[in-house]
């Protein structure tokens, strides 16, 4: 319909421009026109950007960098200008640090005293001092560059990139185009590529469909206060232990990883038409991934007139140790979801902020943790980038993926076979059989043996714990384990996943009985895993008092908050639309980690596997306890109250539903003038998300018995074999012939 | 009677119940592993569809990997199969059929013609005869029904099978060699797609010397080294063709057999240019063509003829 109506616009701006055209005839006339015309171009611009901000409530000013004092008292430096001699200076400090960190791993001395000697002999010899990544110290130096000021100081020289496609193809591109139409910027993708089979059966922005913008930016997660404009920057006033009832401002929000440090996510993109203004990418943070010396203490949430935005390192200093991103860059926002915030190797964690520090989620999403001690990879020194091969600043994620989460290269493979082929052990002597299990069982299945223990499986939203020691609310983890059949489920997964995250897949032997969407992932049945719910739930249970028996046994059965018929028309449709998916494809057995939580839900827009989850507002959560306040309070926000209005839900949210296998959006706001909840429950999803696990490799995978025993890691009944095959599976004559 | 139906029918179950005991291993498709040096993937994956449509599908695993295998792993003492242990010498073998009296009898000489062969002179022990004919999968279609192209196209697919596919190439090659694709290598040979359509691979590979009254399609197994090839278009598209010793003839017979003289003259599939030239077929075309062109020009003169006179007596009239 959008593109009908631009059709008809343009059809009638090209009529008139014909009409016009046709009649003038002197060239004063002409000209005057053609100043006519571009003043209206700019005072429509104008008109749109502003009408534009009123309608969706978020706002765009110019972003400085300046320096700041800190509660101390203490002013610290960002983005200013360096004498020659200061910048000299700082050149010796970052190459000599650079050098010494070099040179660290080459030598083998036990004795700190004599590392320390040899250290300072090995970081002046010229086998070393020649080989610093930091160019650009030498380019600033010549072109007189003393300051940083962001995308525009990187953009004097770098205008236009080179980008060689998969195809070994290069073309010559735009740098900013490339870095705004990035994920990394825009947070959404409205393309197709997504491996998401919605529950009514279609593909995700596949052929056919009307394709809306779908991303972190939109995307109704496990964690609520993720929609980006609810949750973009917050400063709460927490009471920490230590202080003893002194308060302390920290930074939370979804801005904090994102490479743009406006005052909301990339709102204008995901319209119809237009995109971001000029001072939004002003503030796009280039250091982060490019500079091995950026700074996370200058991540923190500031408030200045316009409003709480995110800041950035912007110094001098960061600038000049510029280098192809390494795996530090990456993982200053990404160990959050590998580790988790709280993880010991989450080094950006070691920085918190020179005011206002972040908040540390210790529960974990993934708790899989990539650093040197946790992964082999990466202790073979291995780069992110080389199994996720960058094609500018497009970076793929794999042709795999349960999750919602935009994949600007979803054709790129990223894969253990691309190196390993399929016959990937070569050293053990029973290699030929382990490489023989590929065909059904894929690497993670036994290299990854279990995640870390902070994984959060069951986390409660609805009821809060006070958190002493940092002194605010927060969710309730009532589960968290990293253990297999615990933390870890294993299914069948061919790379394609639900619109809440369910890894599709089915045993190749076609047996119907395979279906986690009403077993594995909807129900706890181990008496071990029961008894610590219990245990840790018995907290809210009695500070809420709630009823023990249902509380428990939602959790324990999230389909037990159904009715019958719904049960009944959820299994069916799961045959209709979702059984076809399952079976297509190859599907291995893959670990997944599994999660669930209990959520405001608004009920007029809630189908049977979940749907339209409530945002929360974080000072309220955090600071008050107070879930459904908080909640009432984020969907005050602006954008969410347009998504409850007629334009939102022609342009997506009907669309959103349909995937959700819900008929369509209703725009009843689900709170009342008094701001009394109309229609809103807490509620389970009605089955777990499961999240693909791929980092943490170990090197020595698991040993046969772990899974072709009695009491084996996988549930072979649940994943679909018959009776005699598991007799035949759990009970190997050959293992006991090879002891 | 029963008794023999209740024996048939347990030996059938004893062979199901041993196979799919190896199967489960080896039916892994992966089943494979790395060998060094270049990194060559070696399988050890059977399939099950291909081998229980194949020739050998009667057979229990153990009837050719007979001693070492019933361990886990296997013994490093452990018997490699010999196809010669059924195939020469060995009248168990034979049941009666024209077939495997005539695949026995050929067996030696075959024996010999390999040997001369350039795949076993280049690569001497490591190619053997399952490199061509793989146990676990191989149908021998001579019986069978096929049309002339279907024959032709699963006698290719013999030599395809590797010499289409770089990585089997890469996976035998014992010296330092460049892949090159049939294609490639065929660029000299106009419509060469045709050519393989037509004509076996081993028509112009083999040497059939010896071998000019072949009655049972086959071709000797002394594949020549691609210099001895045949290589000039006279040999085949010319009266003398040597095609009429090779798979044409056997066409020719069977067209003679199943559709009788006539029919098998006038609808037989062995046209090749040059090769199969008919005499009187040409002077009668040539005929044809003068008569037709004759007749036109007679045809125009006379309606010129006509029209001149017609006019003429028109002038006179008036």
Known sequence: MIESILLLLQKITSATGRFLMNRIRKPVTTMAFFLFAAFVYWGVGKFYHAAFEW??????????????????????????????????????????????????????????????????MHQDLRSFTDESRYKHIGYFEEAGIRQYEGPATCLSCHKNMEVTDGKGHTHKVNTLDNVVNSVHFRFFSKEEGFSTIGYDGRKVNGKGTRKIPIGKIDRACGVPGSFSWTGWAALIETKPEHLHGKKELRSEGCGQCHIGGNFHPATEMMMPIGSVPKVAKEGIDCLICHSQEYNMNYRFVLQDKHGLRWNQDRTMKAAMAVTHPTNENCLNCHQHNLGGDAHEDNLAAKSLGFMNKRLLH?????????????????????????????????????????????????????????????????????????????????????????????????????????????????????????????GIQFLWYNGKGTFLANALGANPNGSDDYNPLTKQLTQINDPKARAQIREEALGIIRKYNLDEEKYLSEAFDVLSQLTPEVRKQRAAEIEKNIRAAMESGKSKIYPFKVFNALMYEDMNNVGPYGGMILPFDYNTYYQTGNSLESARVATDNTMMRRMYQLPFKLYMMDEFMYYFGVPGWKTEYPFDRKGNPKNVQPKWMRQMGTLMVNHGIEKGGRGCAECHSQNGILDYEKLGYSKVRIADLTNLRELKMAR | MLRAILLLLSIAVLQATENQSCLKCHGMANLSEQTGPGRKQHSYHVALSGFEHS?????????????????????????????????????????????????????????????????????????????????????????????????????????????????????????????????????????????????????????FSGMEHNKEERFSHKINPKEKAVRNCNQCHSKESILTTRIYQMNMRKALEEEGLIKAFLWNNSYVIGATRNRWLDIFTLMLLVSGVGGIAIHAYARYYVYRKNRKEKNNGE
């Not at chain 1, 002194?471 to 968290?480: E, K, N, S």
């Not at chain 2, 010669?84 to 009898?105: A, I, M, P, W, Y």
């Not at chain 2, 390999?114 to 690569?123: G, I, N, P, Y």
């Not at chain 2, 006698?155 to 190439?169: D, F, G, P, R, Y």
């Open chain 1, 55 to 120: 309608y969706t409530g978020v706002k765009n000013a110019p972003l400085t960098y300046g320096a700041f004092k800190t509660e101390s008292g203490e002013t610290i430096e960002n983005s200013r200008r360096l004498t020659d001699r200061e910048f000299r200076q700082t050149a010796i400090e970052i190459v000599l640090r650079e050098r010494k960190e070099a040179v660290h791993d080459k030598i083998s001395e036990d004795n700190k005293f004599a590392k320390e000697v040899k250290l300072a």
């Open chain 1, 362 to 486: 210790i529960g974990s999403k993934r708790a899989n943790v990539f650093s040197k001690s946790h992964d082999v990879h990466y202790a073979a020194g291995m780069k992110c980038t080389d199994c996720h091969v960058p094609e500018g600043h497009k970076i793929p994620r794999g042709t795999m993926g349960t999750d919602l989460v935009a994949n600007d290269l979803p054709g790129k493979e990223v894969s253990c076979e691309k190196c390993h082929t399929s016959a990937p052990h070569v050293k053990s002597k029973d290699r030929i059989m382990l490489n023989g299990h590929t065909e059904r069982v894929a690497c993670e299945t036994c290299h990854i043996t279990k995640l870390d223990k902070r994984n959060a499986v069951l986390r409660d939203w609805i009821h809060p714990t006070w958190d002493e020691e940092e002194g605010l609310w927060t969710p309730t983890d009532i589960y968290r384990n990293g253990e297999p059949s615990h």
């Open chain 2, 55 to 207: 020739n050998h599908h009667s057979l229990r695993c153990s009837d050719c990997h007979v001693q070492g295998y019933s361990q886990y792993p296997h013994a490093e003492a452990k018997t490699i199969p010999d196809c010669l242990g059924c195939h020469q010498d060995n009248s168990e073998f034979l049941d009666g059929s024209e077939e495997r009296t005539l695949l026995l009898r050929d067996m030696k000489k075959m024996k010999t013609e390999f040997e001369q062969s350039v795949h076993h002179s280049a690569l001497k022990d490591s190619f053997t005869c399952v490199h061509c004919h793989n146990p676990h999968r191989f149908v021998d279609q001579r019986g069978k029904n096929l049309s002339f192209e279907e024959r032709i196209e699963w006698s290719n697919a013999v030599c395809l099978n590797c010499h289409n596919s770089e990585k089997q190439i890469n996976e035998l090659k014992t010296k330092e060699y460049v892949y090159r694709t049939p294609e490639e290598i065929h660029a000299w040979l106009p419509s060469a797609k045709m050519h393989w359509k037509k004509v076996r691979c081993v028509d112009c590979h083999a040497d």
